[in-house]
């Protein structure tokens, strides 16, 4: 099992580009979520689902989308990047919230 | 808002020492997860203590929670130069709410 995928490892853009950071897991959970790390600040929720078809907002939803269409993949959109949103993110699936999550190794996005 | 902060935010001691972090929390919980990151890794599970335990072990670890004071402590016993790394606490408030919120972590060196 790979267990938690994410694509890419590292990023650049520029300000008012958009992109899709990718996370896909091989375990069947039915929980995937979405956080970001900066420093200082520990790690931040932005969206989760708790399945298919089932996203809902975290602690800093803002300037984000999700879907989940299949179990497996949890995409994370940018939809006009700014300089407030670089910073380190991690994906994470477990079968819920109040369990054993799993993370991903971590995209590292610098929005110029 | 974070639903657990740690304490100390940062914590150096020698090898072979034991090394203690806490973690106190908002809102009652369904159970309470420690977690550890590696620098520029993902986070890794390590242990999760549910709200009717008071103390769990695992290897050299050990953890208590007190639901009463809302807190909990992480107590790594004969620590090693590996367990150099951060740690953080992670709640869901009860309800099943799907959020699992995390602290802003301790940063445990241990010097060889």
């Known amino acids: 099992n790979a267990g938690v995928t994410q694509t890419p490892k590292f990023q650049v853009l520029k300000t008012g580009q958009s992109m899709t950071l990718q996370c896909a897991q091989d375990?069947?959970?039915?929980?995937m979520s979405w956080y970001r790390q900066d420093p200082g600040m520990g790690l931040r929720l932005i969206h989760y689902?708790?399945?298919?078809?089932?996203?809902d907002q975290g602690e800093v939803p803002n300037g984000y989308n999700v879907s989940r269409s299949t179990t497996e993949d949890f995409p994370l959109r940018l939809l006009s990047a700014a300089p407030s949103q670089t910073s380190v993110y991690f994906c994470?699936?477990?079968?819920?919230?109040?369990?054993?999550?799993?993370f991903g190794s971590g995209t590292q996005l610098s929005v110029l | 808002s974070q639903q657990g902060e740690e304490d100390p935010q940062a914590l150096s001691i020698q090898e072979g020492e034991n090394a203690t972090m806490n973690c106190s929390y908002k809102?009652?919980?369904?159970?309470l997860q420690w977690y550890r990151q590696n620098s520029g890794r993902g986070l890794v599970h390590l242990i999760l203590?549910?709200?009717?335990?008071r103390e769990k072990h695992s290897g050299r670890l050990r953890v208590t929670l007190d639901t009463s004071k809302k807190s909990s402590s992480l107590l790594i016993t004969a620590s090693r130069a590996a367990d150099t790394a951060s740690y953080f606490c992670?709640?869901?408030?009860?309800?099943?709410?799907?959020?699992?919120?995390f602290g802003q972590g301790t940063t445990l060196q241990v010097k060889p």
């Open positions: 994470a699936s477990g079968r819920q919230a109040r369990e054993k999550l799993f």
């Open positions: 375990m069947n959970h039915e929980y």
């Open positions: 689902s708790v399945g298919a078809g089932i996203t």
């Open positions: 809102t009652s919980i369904n159970n």
């Open positions: 203590i549910r709200s009717n335990e």
């Open positions: 992670a709640t869901e408030g009860s309800g099943n709410t799907g959020k699992l919120i």
